[in-house]
Structure formats: C-alpha cells, structure tokens
T-cell receptor, first 115, second 116 residues
C-alpha cells in the first residue's frame, strides 16, 4: 500500500511556541491531504482538508489562524500549531489521497505535548 | 451527510476464537466503506474496503467484511484471532468521488482485546 510519513513522531514544546508537523506521501501523489486530531481513547476528528496549491478547508470549530496548513506540493503538507497551549496537546494524524484509489492512507501520527 | 455507528466500544475475546465487530452506517447517498486498525500510538492502517462489486471483501491479516445494503451494515469478521490483533478498529464511510469527497466519517471505534 501507499506510504505516508510524519515528522516528528513526537514533540514537546513550551507554551507559546509554534510547532510544525510535516506529512509526506512517499510513493504516491497526494492531491488531497487531511489533518486529524485524536484525543485519548477517542475517534479521529477531522481538522481540515487541503488540496495541493489551494487554501485548506477547515472544519467548523477549528481555528484556521491557530492551525496553519500548507500543501505546497503533491507530496508534502505541513501543519503548524501557532502559539501552542497545553490544551493543544494531542495526537495529530495526517492522511493523503490521490488518483482514483478513493482511499486515504494515514501517517503514523505525531504526539504533541505542550508544557 | 453520513454517520457511522460502531455498536460495541469494547470486545474482549480469547485467542483463537472468532470475532465480529459491528458497524452500521447512515447515508442519503451511496458510500464507500472502510475498516481501519490502529495499534497503540500509531496511525491507521487500512484493513479492507468496499467500493463496488462482491459484497464480501477480504482484507489483510485474515479479516473479512460483508456489505449488506438492506441492513446498512459492514461488519468485520475474523474466524480465529491472535494476541497481535489487539487494537482499536475503526469503521468509516465516504461518498464516492475524489477531491474533498474523500472526506471520511469515522465511527467511534471498537477496542478488540484478545486474551490468552
């Protein structure tokens, strides 16, 4: 199957700093990438959808100025958590989809802890 | 809009026993259906998918699922589970098509715990 990587796999930062998470599709072109957030023992919550070269579409209740998403190429999307606070601590997962596969392939996730 | 209901939040079974994880969906349009597995502290791995054709689909690790349109169900089964199958399982649906239509709607997940 198609492979999606995320970097870093975990990050600890101080409150008020910004953190960037990278999501890469390694062996396919992801025309659409998705960013999810997952709280412990809960399902995935879609944060935003991005198409290469376009602005991301955010789900209701997600602050677009806080969670900056860039999808500059068909293989790379980034999520920047700006001015992070402890309540932003979570597991962030990206996925990519492309072509006619009609399938999302997920990255391994990034655990963010804000102190 | 679509919704997915996973009827069991936790399913404990003994090793080598059969298991069925239940999933029902609601949608005003046709959908594609998926089962994903998530091991602790990891992302999601695709187990199997139904897009069209045969209603019985086989996936990885010995899992299979059957699409039942009249009952709007897509239950996941395995005839004999292993300890290594212990994980969280998510059922998901998406409308056909591309682009933003790839958006998945997930169920809340079922924690399968296989005991020795």
């Amino acid at each position: 199957g198609a492979v999606v990587s995320q970097h870093p796999s975990w990050v600890i930062c101080k409150s008020g700093t910004s953190v960037k998470i990278e999501c890469r599709s390694l062996d396919f072109q992801a025309t659409t990438m998705f960013w999810y957030r997952q709280f412990p023992k809960q399902s995935l919550m879609l944060m935003a959808t991005s198409n290469e070269g376009s602005k991301a579409t955010y789900e209701q209740g997600v602050e677009k100025d806080k969670f900056l998403i860039n999808h500059a190429s068909l293989t790379l999307s980034t999520l920047t958590v700006t001015s992070a606070h402890p309540e932003d601590s979570s597991f962030y997962i990206c996925s990519g989809a492309g072509g006619r596969a009609n399938v999302q392939f997920f990255g391994p996730g990034t655990r963010l802890t804000v102190l | 809009a679509q919704s997915v209901t996973q009827l069991d939040s936790q399913v404990p079974v003994f090793e080598e026993a059969p298991v069925e994880l239940r999933c029902n969906y609601s949608s005003s349009v046709s959908v594609y259906l998926f089962w994903y597995v998530q091991y602790p502290n990891q992302g999601l791995q695709l187990l199997l998918k139904y897009l069209s054709g045969s209603t019985l689909v086989k996936g990885i690790n010995g899992f299979e699922a059957e699409f039942n349109k009249s009952q709007t169900s897509f239950h996941l089964r395995k005839p004999s589970v292993h300890i290594s199958d212990t994980a969280e399982y998510f059922c998901a649906v998406t409308p056909p098509g591309g682009g933003s239509n790839y958006k998945l709607t997930f169920g809340k997940g079922t924690l399968l715990t296989v005991n020795p």
